[in-house]
């Protein structure tokens, strides 16, 4: 019996074959969504459990799929609670014209990697003689450098500036007259694409009370995407990188330079 059904379920024609090709890319391309961020683990782990559960039903284990149903139930449930952000973000961007005029729709059924090969070059000398300027004179700063996640809302949510890399570049945004200084300046394919940007703030209760806003909002980025946070304490002057929600602090010239290119390259 059980037998006859596991060659029942096996059974498929080109409709099953076709569908089990398109739920392929939508899960490979929704893992290249996720890749980098927090979120890679709830989507593998999802993914998972409807994979067993399908073997479950395969078997017939009416008790342990009744189970696992539950909790595919509740899994629907806690991706609309975990990603609430980013599934409006996804369908703003859908229902808009720059969705249709960039063509994005073409690269849904593109398995090969976009190509990247300057999306890591940066200059990072511009990067940490800016910052250690700035950690003289105490000057608050707050800068992103993008890796793979797409910051584009995050860059949305400040003024456009498109410029070159350069210390004094990244100065001038964050003099403390400068009608940019305040918010995050996002680096983008070695050149400065946007300054006084709103980013997310950390909610984990054990944030250490001493660091700042910038600092929570530094924890806050690098919690969801894999962009990497470097700060300079307004207070104290001392140079921070964050990556992957944990801040490196109290940095010197060396060691900021060793962290930059460690990540860059990761």
């Known amino acids: 019996m059980i037998w006859s059904q596991i060659i029942l379920f096996i059974s498929f024609g080109i409709a099953d074959a076709v569908d089990i090709l398109l739920v392929a890319i939508i899960l490979y391309q929704l893992y290249k969504i996720v890749k980098g961020t927090s979120a890679t683990n709830i989507f593998i782990g999802l993914a998972l459990i409807y ?31 975990v990603f609430q952000q980013e599934i409006r973000k996804f369908l703003l961007y ?13 690269s849904l059924f593109a398995f090969s ?8 070059d ?31 809302f995050y860059i949305n949510t400040g003024e456009a500036v498109d410029s070159a890399l350069t210390d004094k570049m990244l100065e001038n945004i ?13 680096i ?27 600092h929570r909002a530094a924890v806050g980025i690098t919690e969801t995407t894999d962009a990497i946070a470097i700060t300079v304490s307004e207070q104290t002057g001392a140079v921070s990188l964050t ?7 109290n940095l010197n010239k060396e060691k900021l330079r060793y962290l930059i290119e460690k990540n860059i390259k990761d």
Do not use: Q
């Open 51 to 81: 994979v067993v559960s399908i073997i479950v039903r395969a078997f017939d284990l009416k008790l342990l799929g009744s189970v696992l149903g539950k909790f595919i139930d509740v899994g629907v449930i806690a991706v609309m609670v």
């Open 94 to 106: 859908i229902g808009s014209n720059e969705f249709i005029k960039n063509r994005s729709w073409k």
């Open 113 to 120: 990697p976009t190509d990247r090969r300057n999306r890591f």
């Open 122 to 152: 940066l200059d990072a000398d511009a990067v940490i003689n800016a910052c250690f300027n700035m950690s003289e004179s105490k000057t608050g700063a707050l800068i992103i450098i993008s890796r793979k996640s797409d910051l584009k």
């Open 174 to 186: 964050f003099y403390k007259n400068s009608p940019l200084h305040d918010g995050a300046v996002i």
């Open 188 to 214: 983008k394919d070695n050149r400065i694409v946007a300054a006084r940007c709103v980013l997310p703030v950390t909610e984990n209760e054990k944030f250490p009370s001493h660091f700042g806003m910038r």
């Open 243 to 249: 990556v992957s929600g944990e801040i490196n602090s």
